[in-house]
């Protein structure tokens, strides 16, 4: 994170000539001081509210934006006082793209003042409002809160539930999409190990075993707080990848569902981001991870469907 402003502020003097300009730039150098308080303490995202539903009818879309508040890149505050519906053009070029909440200022029109010794009259206000965009999921707009990424493909638009940025003490998940999957992991780990009990296949408890079971179960006392950070969720679902790929790999051979599921989290295991990375590496490597809960499923049901075959 960085702050590009240099801070300039007046120097005033007896005698010194004041100006348009210097009362400009007075208010200016307390404006850039609080963005760079909120920059640097609260983080740049969304801080409250401000989620996103797409709506379709017909050929039609709209994006409804409920309230909240947000901060940009520069640490200036964006707020939504209520919910609007906004129609989007859907466009004409196929991919992923960023719903934005730009901060925008303009004139007050109902401000006007005469200027002195003119029959010139100039608005004496700025009203700062807001304004959404849809731009290309690769542009960065340092004036605007990221709100929601949407796909676009043959005049079609889908919402996608990735995360974004998120302001605060810290940088808070969506929780509506991270937390879940990272508990809908430690379900259906639980489920398929104590079916594993009932079995022949686990009768003896390898060290792989006893520390995926303690995994699970410290990830779960650490998860029933709310307000668990990225970070934390990142890291979590990294290391539960981790012991599970300890625990699957040395175990018998039971299907060959549970077989290929081995294969394929050695493969997810291998490419695990290393702390230093970004929270963007950990998100795109959290994909993987969340491909994980379906074969997960598949070997929950089948082990609880064989069961008593398996004895």
Sequence with gaps: MSFQHTLVRMNPFEGLCLTASDL?????????????????MHGFGVAQGLQVELEQKKKKFTAIIKAGFGLTREGQG???????????????KDGEYMLWLFHVERPD???GRPVFDT???????????????LLPIELEPADAVALSRINVRLGRMVQVPLPVPR????????????????????RLSRKIVS????????KEQS???LAFLSALISSEFLLIEEGTSDRVLYRTAGSLVGYAHDFYHPLP???????????FIRRVHAEVPGTEQTDETWLKWFQQFERLLQPLQRINDELEATIEAMR
């Design 167 to 186: 302001a605060g003490r810290q940088a808070r998940a969506a929780e509506s999409y991270l937390k879940p999957r990272v508990q809908e992991f430690l």
């Design 78 to 92: 964006v707020q939504l006082h209520s919910d609007v519906a906004v129609p989007l053009e859907v466009p004409k």
């Design 109 to 111: 029109a109902d401000s």
């Design 207 to 209: 060290v792989g075993l």
């Design 195 to 202: 079916n594993l009990f009932r079995t022949d296949t686990l």
């Design 253 to 263: 051979k039971t299907t060959d569902r549970v077989s290929q599921f081995t294969d």
């Design 119 to 133: 029959n010139e009259n100039r608005e004496a206000r700025v009203r700062e409002t807001v304004a959404p965009k």
């Design 24 to 40: 400009a730039d007075e208010q200016l150098y307390h404006r850039q001081t609080l963005h760079r308080h909120a920059l640097f």
